[in-house]
């Protein structure tokens, strides 16, 4: 009798032992995952926000309903840049909401729109050069492939100090800077550029 409780005695203590380890293995994992998750909390807090395309003006670029991963950090617009900013309008509730749109111009240029030769001209003065025509074929979407308001004569505006010029790149359905619910966006109501398409998971990536 002696001999087999010290044989039991070892194999309780093992499954004692690897209780244990199970329990520490799992605590482990615990902790990795409210680690993980803070650590996301933080990123998009601080440093990252998560937006919603709404409607059709980005067409098609982006589509209504997908999720972007926008940032703010150590950012200055540029030309070319998809940015999501906000307005404040006692007039328009629908625009107080973070709106995705391309930046056109920066602060001090000038922007002229030719409606009839689809081509929209961005310059450091009021004169236009075919220099100075953005190259736009990658993300241009002209239904019917023209300005609605083709035939029209072109449009010039200059742009405040401060502040940016904005188009969606579904020309034909977008309220922006050529409207007065958008105007001109103010550089501190930009929440940031966009970097990242996450849904659809088909779709995930790099937006330019």
């Known amino acids: 009798m002696h001999t087999e409780n010290t044989q039991t005695l070892p194999q309780s203590e093992n499954q004692d032992n690897k209780k244990q380890s199970g329990a520490h293995t799992l605590l482990d994992y615990v902790e990795m995952f409210v680690f993980t998750v803070i650590a996301v909390i933080l990123l998009l807090s601080f440093f990252f926000r998560l937006c919603a395309v709404s409607g059709d003006s980005m067409n098609n670029t982006l589509l209504d309903g997908e999720h972007l991963i926008v940032t703010n950090l150590f950012y200055t617009p540029d030309t070319g840049d998809i940015i999501v900013f906000h307005q404040t309008s006692d ?5 107080n909401e973070p709106i995705v749109k391309r930046v056109i111009a920066t602060s001090g240029e000038f922007v002229k729109i030719d409606y009839t030769s689809a081509k929209v001209y961005v310059s450091k003065d009021d004169t236009f050069t075919e220099e100075e025509v953005l190259d736009e074929s990658q993300y241009l979407y002209l239904e019917f492939g023209k300005w609605k308001e083709h035939g029209m004569p072109s449009k010039v505006f200059e742009v405040p100090e401060g502040h940016l010029f904005v188009l969606g790149d ?5 309220a922006d800077s050529r409207s007065p619910q958008v105007s001109f966006v103010d550089e501190r109501r930009v929440l940031g ?7 659809p998971f088909s779709k995930f990536g790099k937006v330019d």
């Open 170 to 174: 579904n020309r034909n359905n977008s």
């Open 91 to 95: 007039l328009y509730d629908q625009f």
């Open 193 to 199: 550029k966009v970097l990242f398409r996450i849904t």
